[in-house]
């Protein structure tokens, strides 16, 4: 009998035609939209005389471009308010289900699909964002697809695609303190680069892996797209099933037992294959950051920045622009830098556990002077919690400002954006040149870092926070 990995067995499953030298036909089980990827595709379908086939596998909702202030406001840039008002007016047309503005369950699409119990193993989900992987943690093929193939998708609840290669990435051992899974992909994306893994879907396994949160897990996943992955999954277990136990669209009753029964026929066989295997200890993972302008440039907090020997005449161009881009020199080291703003949020790192972690630092402290620092919880329902926890109030007396839910700085959306020259550790995806505001620097860290950054106002290893806090006590 032959042996599949995880990936094999949900792709199998969901083949409807193999073309012969060509992509398979293959069914889509969830379609999230947001109001960016998805007017153009409704228009188009529309001239096509089509309609959604099946209304009720997509969910909406805005985010990227949605305001976090004054949501209840009339939005004021205009191509922002037209795609937020052509998806209300497009969903209503469609009778498809739109987490709007306002609403309970409002929030980055990404955030809003787990929270609710929408994501479930085995499932193949697609959206037109590059970030759809996040929800490869719950053990589903899940990757970002552009505006024409959101229009296939509309209309025929299918998608044609090549099969992609398979790549394992095993993490054995524990994690030190202060290491999150933040740290595990920059770690990951530092050591093969950020085009490593360009060609294929990597499932991630390992006892170190399997220690982590489902949050935790859904971090890791949603930064694959940021080593060139199609997308990246980890196989569900007792954790996975705990998250999704009771939440609003998951199983109830007999079915919620038949679905977990089937969950867990959702492993990798023993014996499978795949086209490439990389293995780490976590022991040699510590919190990590970036220096450079994408995010495969990542070093520890308490390294150098790489020096430019061995390399090549083009590779030292690119790398020399990069860091006059940032302002760094190679071979400096990156504790002590002065940092200008700090961001917590986006669909990487927007979630409650995160938001608690940042809390927990900073309680009972002050943000440095020289720190601007914003907190975006990634959905209506992670700002709830955060003000019935008490971290709001937390978060407010140290000096953060806590903004509305939506994608925000992490692609300058509207006013949240950093200012030209400006430097900014943030616990979004991607550093690239103004990703994050026109001539912005970006240095990408785990929530924790982030914290440590804005209590000191400098580059600033978070276990020497910890060392604090264990101290106080």
């Known amino acids: 009998m032959e042996k599949k990995s995880l990936f094999d067995k949900i792709w199998d499953a969901h083949v409807i035609q193999s073309i012969p030298s060509g992509p398979d036909v293959f069914f889509i089980d969830k379609h999230f939209i947001h109001e960016v990827t998805s007017p153009v595709a409704f228009l188009n379908l529309e001239k096509r005389g089509n309609k959604v086939m099946f209304p009720e596998r997509t969910i909406a909702t805005p985010d990227h471009n949605v305001p976090t202030v004054d949501q209840d406001k009339t939005i004021k840039d205009q191509l922002s308010r037209m795609q937020v008002e052509k998806l209300r007016e497009n969903c209503k047309k469609h009778g498809i289900d739109l987490h709007d503005l306002g609403t309970d369950h409002h929030g980055i699409v990404h955030v809003i699909g787990p929270e609710l119990g929408i994501t479930q193993p085995g499932m193949t989900i697609v959206c037109g964002d590059s970030h759809t992987s996040t929800h490869g943690a719950f053990g589903t093929i899940a990757f970002g697809i552009g505006t024409s193939e ?47 893994g360009t060609g294929y879907f990597i499932e991630y396994a ?14 890791i996943c949603n930064m694959s797209i940021e080593m060139g992955a199609r997308g990246g999954l980890i196989a569900p277990d007792e954790t996975t099933f705990e998250y999704l136990k009771g939440k609003q669209y998951s199983p109830k009753g007999e079915e919620w037992d038949k679905a977990v029964a089937h969950w867990k026929t959702l492993q990798t066989d023993e014996g499978a294959t795949f086209d490439v295997e990389y293995h780490y200890d976590a022991a040699d993972i510590e ?55 700090v961001f917590v949020g986006s669909c990487t790192n927007g979630r409650i556990e995160d938001l608690r972690s940042v809390a927990e630092f900073v309680k009972g402290k002050q943000k440095a002077d020289n720190i601007t620092a914003w907190i975006v919880p990634g959905s209506r329902e992670v700002e709830k919690m955060a003000i019935e926890e008490g971290i709001v109030q937390i978060l407010e007396d140290a000096g953060f400002k806590l903004r509305q839910p939506g994608c925000s700085a992490c692609l300058a959306m509207n006013d949240d954006k950093i200012p030209s020259g400006k430097y900014a550790v943030s616990t979004s995806n991607r550093n690239f040149e103004g990703r994050q505001g026109p001539g912005s620097r970006t240095l990408l860290a785990s929530p924790l870092t982030v914290a440590a950054v804005a209590i000191t106002g400098m580059i600033t290893d978070p276990r020497d926070i910890i060392e604090e806090l264990v101290q106080e006590k």
């Open 287 to 341: 919190p990590m950051i970036t220096y450079g302008t994408n995010p495969g440039m990542g070093v520890k907090v308490r390294g150098n920045i790489p020096t430019t020997d061995g390399m090549n005449e083009s590779e030292n161009k690119s790398y020399i622009k990069s860091l006059d881009y940032m302002g760094f020199q190679p071979g400096e080291a990156m504790e002590g830098k002065k940092i200008d703003y």
């Open 206 to 219: 390992g006892s170190a892996i399997r220690s982590l949160s489902m949050e935790a897990r859904m971090t």
């Open 150 to 196: 959101v229009e296939m998708v509309f209309a025929t609840q299918c998608i044609m695609q090549a099969k992609p290669k398979k790549m394992r990435i095993t993490i054995d051992g524990e994690l030190g303190k202060g290491v999150t899974s933040k740290d595990i992909i920059l770690y990951i994306i530092a050591q093969i680069s950020a085009s490593g």
